[in-house]
C-alpha cells in the first residue's frame, strides 16, 4: 500500500488549502484514513480521520477542518480554512491494516500502518 499525500502549499493567514490523500493498493472504501500532522520540533499530532459514516476532528481544528471521502476517485480530503501560522506542518494521511467498519482513531499515530510521504504546509503571517 503506497499513500500520496498533495495540496500543500504557502498560503497566508486566513487562507485556504486542501489536501488530497490517494492510494494504491487499498480502497478507501474500506478502510479508514487518518491526517496527522507534525512540525519542527514537535510530536505529530491527529488532526482527523474518517470511516464509513464516522468523521473525527481534533477538538481545536474542527470549526476549520472538513475531512470527505470520495469513493468515486479513491481520494481523502481534507479541506482547512482559516489557516494560522501555527497550521504550518507536514501533514500525512495514513490508513491501518485492518477494517474497523465506522471506527478511525483521530490520535493515536501507532493505529495507522501505511503512510503516506507528507505534503509541507506554510502559513505565513
Known amino acids: 500500500v503506497q499513500l500520496q499525500a498533495s495540496g500543500g502549499g504557502l498560503v497566508q493567514t486566513g487562507g485556504s488549502l486542501r489536501l488530497s490523500c490517494t492510494p494504491s493498493g487499498v480502497t478507501f472504501e474500506n478502510y479508514a484514513v487518518g491526517w496527522f500532522r507534525q512540525a519542527p520540533g514537535k510530536e505529530r499530532e491527529g488532526v482527523s480521520c474518517i470511516s464509513g459514516r464516522t468523521k473525527y476532528y481534533a477538538d481545536s481544528l474542527k470549526d476549520r477542518f472538513t475531512i470527505s471521502k470520495d469513493n468515486a476517485k479513491n481520494t481523502v480530503y481534507l479541506q482547512m480554512n482559516t489557516l494560522k501560522p501555527e497550521d504550518t506542518a507536514v501533514y500525512y494521511c495514513?490508513?491501518?491494516?485492518?477494517?474497523?467498519?465506522?471506527?478511525?482513531?483521530?490520535?493515536?499515530?501507532?493505529?495507522?500502518?501505511?503512510w503516506g510521504q507528507g505534503t509541507q504546509v506554510t502559513v505565513s503571517s
Open positions: 495514513a490508513v491501518p491494516k485492518a477494517r474497523s467498519g465506522n471506527y478511525c482513531s483521530p490520535r493515536t499515530p501507532t493505529w495507522y500502518d501505511y
